[in-house]
Every structure is written in C-alpha cells, then in structure tokens.
C-alpha cells in the first residue's frame, strides 16, 4: 500500500495572525464586517493558484487519515451530538473549519482543527458537497 503524503493534526498551526490584520484594517475605517466573514472573504478571494496552494490537503491523527478540500462541506458523526455539517477552507495547507446548521442557513465562526474531533469522530467524516 502506497502512503500518501500527510499533515499531523498536531502540528497544524495558523500560518498568519489574521486577527491583528482584521483589526488593523477595521480601525483604519476599511472595514465593517465581523472577523469570520472578513475570513472567509480572505481565504476566497486572495486563493493562490492551485500551483502554489493544494485544492486538498490529507491530514493525520494517530492511525486516522482524512481529505480536507478548500471549500469543500463535510459530515461528521459522534453518539452524543448525531451528525453535524461543516465546511472547510484552506490558508496553504491550513485547514479552517466552520460548523453548520443547514436547518436554520446558519454559519457558526471559523476554527481551527487541532483537538476538534475525536478519533471516533474523524472516522466518520464524510463529504457531503
């Protein structure tokens, strides 16, 4: 069996503080709109070319692998919560993860994915769209 070539859940790190530049800009009057959506306009709009930036990037945790596309809308499944729906979008090879509720057309804010699913859990991911 062939390996393919994997990112550690653990050593996943922002590679920008978009925080300091979202603020940067709203106090200089450029903007007013909330950090997530500035986020996602950002990771959108200023994507490199497929080149320079993977479309999908396999990341690992323990003996779990898993494709992450940008843009791409996953499901995730544990006993206690039933299934939830998020979205991803990737800065380089850094996956955001922003949770939905399809009932309601409702986004919850951009995070990251370090200690967001359990081992039970990252078997269940599945894309949806």
């Keep these: 069996m062939q390996m393919r070539p994997s990112l550690n859940i653990r050593d996943l790190f922002p590679p920008r503080n978009y925080v300091e530049a979202w603020q940067?800009?709203?106090?200089?009057?450029?903007?007013?709109?909330?950090?997530d959506t500035w986020l996602e306009r950002r990771l959108s709009e200023a994507r490199p070319e497929p080149a320079t930036a993977p479309n999908a990037v396999v990341v690992r945790q323990d003996f779990i692998e898993f494709e992450l596309a940008h843009s791409?809308?996953?499901?995730?499944?544990?006993?206690?919560r039933g299934v939830r729906h998020f979205r991803c979008l990737l800065d380089g090879k850094f996956p955001w993860i922003a949770f939905l509720n399809p009932q309601i057309g409702q986004q919850y804010p951009w995070v990251t994915?370090?200690?967001?699913?359990?081992?039970d859990e990252l078997k269940t991911i599945r894309r949806v769209a």
């Design 113 to 119: 994915l370090n200690a967001l699913f359990s081992l």
């Design 24 to 35: 940067e800009e709203n106090s200089e009057g450029q903007l007013d709109i909330s950090f």
């Design 72 to 80: 791409g809308r996953y499901e995730v499944y544990s006993a206690a």
